[in-house]
């Protein structure tokens, strides 16, 4: 996953933008300070004076004396970051909730008539998605009253893109989730040879399987999960949604129960 470059691009925007609230800070701190220079210059020698070496000089000595402005100006900035990209997210899943929660295609795992809906996008060959299998089905195990959506999400070349319309193919057998859960645990790539295998191993008919990959409905839904993923922002695997929340990348099991109980107390 690209999270890491992101992440740092993202944290040196932050800093950017701190930085300059910092200095208008200062600025105000200045002008403050210096009561005679504020009433004495007139609104266009303020802007021409903005731009002298003198100004400069003193902005600059006034944060190398204060380097917790600019400290306090980047946490209170991702305070308010995060408070309105949590709200953009809950908006968001709430003007989608039908797609997400609730599409007819999408297979559904766990207990279909749970009270919480925990949903997630991945690729059969991703190696993130793979180590958080157990942590899904010990989620499961857990929570008698948890539902899983599970939406095919293959960003990862032909082989993920097989695999994904063969196990959706397998719900026509009704054995999805068995299939879904055995190619999830197996070694190597889910590539065509490893999907017929696993395929036989968890007791599909296979000449009927591939039969059944050939139905554009199954394409169909995959395009629908490409689109929808990409609108909520979802751009790399595993990601989920649950209540009003998006968790994107993978997370320690306790993180998911605990963001499971959120949406249960919203309810």
Not at 44 to 60: M, P
Not at 107 to 124: K, S, W
Not at 182 to 204: H, R
Not at 213 to 237: C, E, H, K, S, V
């Amino acid at each position: 996953m690209a999270d890491g470059k992101r992440l740092s691009a993202r944290i040196a925007g932050w800093s950017s933008l701190a930085l300059v609230t910092a200095l208008v800070f200062a600025v105000g701190i200045w002008f403050a300070l210096d009561p005679g220079l504020r009433g004495s210059l007139s609104t266009q020698s303020r802007a021409d004076n903005a731009l002298s070496d003198d100004f400069e000089q003193r902005i600059r000595q006034y944060l190398l004396d204060n380097p917790e402005v600019i400290i306090e100006s980047l946490k209170q900035y991702e305070t308010r970051r995060r408070a309105a990209e949590l709200g953009e997210v809950a908006t968001m899943v709430q003007d989608r909730a039908q797609e997400i929660f609730n599409d007819p295609g999408s297979p559904v795992g766990g207990n279909p008539e749970g009270d919480v809906t925990l949903v997630e996008f991945f690729d059969y060959n991703c190696p993130y998605c793979r180590q958080a299998a157990p942590r899904m089905i010990e989620a499961e195990a857990n929570d008698p009253d948890l539902r899983i959506v599970y939406k095919e999400f293959p960003i990862l070349g032909p082989d993920s893109m097989f695999a994904a319309i063969a196990a959706l193919a397998a719900q026509k057998q009704g054995k999805y989730v068995t299939f879904h859960k055995a190619l999830m645990q197996a070694d190597g790539a889910a590539n065509e040879s490893k999907v017929f295998e696993i395929a036989a191993a968890v007791g599909l008919d296979t000449e009927r399987l591939q039969k059944d990959m050939a139905d554009p409905a199954i394409q169909g839904l995959i395009d629908r999960n490409l689109r929808l993923a990409f609108d909520l922002r979802i751009t790399g695997t595993p990601g989920f949604v649950v209540g009003n929340e998006i968790i994107r990348g993978i997370v320690p099991l306790d993180t998911l129960e605990a963001a499971i109980a959120r949406a249960r107390e919203a309810e």
